[in-house]
């Protein structure tokens, strides 16, 4: 106990020493390096960008009213120079001063399709432009036309009383028609003359033949061209004179007039050709008298 009372006494004023401080004269005692505090580490704070306004460009579909008298396709597009923007921080890139244009040029249907798709975005928002018309094709449309109007040529072909061979006289008149369905039903008014003389210079007959009837057609239409089926009832008008001369006499004669129910049977081909030109072919068959009569006939007319 002895010895370890001498040494603390001994070494009591060594640690005395350390504890008082340095003089001023004296560079400072070096300071040991401790291990780093650990401090949470936080990312680095960025800085928003200034905020800098610009002017809104106009809309696509936007146009200027003009200026001049010139057309649009003349004047060239005006060129607007937007103003600097004020600049918060001195960092900030100057505006970009190229001049542009104050209406941009309208881009067709398939240069914004191409752009939205390189872009990203879906054709179906782009606004469809209206479809092109449709040319009118330059044939005028086919019109039905109701009412006809003809002159009918042919022979009118009827047996006479006394037995002999069937004899062909000319005959010429009128129809009218009018289309009581179109394309399906037509009436139609028909008026015929025919007449024939037959004799010597002492001796000889003239007979006239006059028809009024009254058909219905049915009509089978395959466009221009029209088959015809039908018939009617009308009434035929005979007239003869005879006349007899005795040779240095005077001549003598006298007139015989009769008439008689008809019942006619048609069956022809009409066709329309250029507008309303209206050109027909049939052939009736007339009951008179116990007899049968043959019509063919020929018609040409306008229909309108």
């Not at 042919?154 to 004899?167: K, M, N």
């Not at 029209?226 to 005795?246: E, F, I, P, R």
């Not at 240095?248 to 015989?256: E, H, I, N, Q, S």
Request: glycine share 8%.
């Amino acid at each position: 106990m002895k010895r370890l009372a001498i040494a603390l006494c001994l070494c009591a004023p060594v640690l005395l020493a350390q504890q008082e401080p340095t003089p001023f004269w004296l560079p400072p005692p070096p300071v040991k390096a401790g291990p780093p505090e650990q401090k949470d580490a936080l990312p680095p704070v960025k800085k928003a960008a200034p905020l800098v306004k610009r002017k809104a460009a106009p809309p696509p579909n936007y146009r200027a009213p003009p200026t001049s008298r010139e057309p649009a396709s003349v004047r060239e597009p005006a060129i607007v120079r937007e103003p600097a923007p004020p600049h918060e921080t001195a960092g900030t890139p100057a505006p970009d001063l190229t001049p542009r244009p104050a209406h941009p040029p309208r881009k067709s249907a398939a240069e914004r399709e191409g752009h939205a798709l390189i872009a990203g975005e879906t054709p179906g928002a782009l606004v469809a432009e209206p479809p092109a018309p449709e040319p009118v094709s330059e044939e005028p449309r086919w019109t039905p036309q109701r009412f006809s109007v003809g002159l009918a040529f042919g022979l009118w072909g009827s047996s006479p009383i006394d037995g002999s061979d069937r004899g062909y006289d000319a005959a010429y008149g009128l129809r009218i028609g009018y289309e009581l369905l179109a394309d399906r039903v037509e009436l139609e008014l028909l008026a015929l003359r025919a007449s024939r003389t037959a004799g010597s210079a002492f001796a000889n007959a003239s007979t006239a033949h006059n028809l009024f009837s009254l058909r219905a057609l049915y009509l089978i239409s395959a466009g221009r061209f029209t088959a015809l089926l039908g018939g009617g009832l009308g009434a035929a008008l005979s007239q003869t004179h005879y006349s007899v001369q005795d040779v240095g006499g005077t001549p003598v004669g006298f007139d015989a007039t009769s008439g008689r129910l008809v019942l006619q049977v048609t069956a022809g081909e009409r066709a329309r050709l250029y507008r309303g030109l209206d050109v027909r072919a049939e052939v009736s068959a007339l009951l008179r008298d116990g007899k049968l009569d043959v019509l063919p006939l020929l018609a040409l007319g306008w229909a309108f």
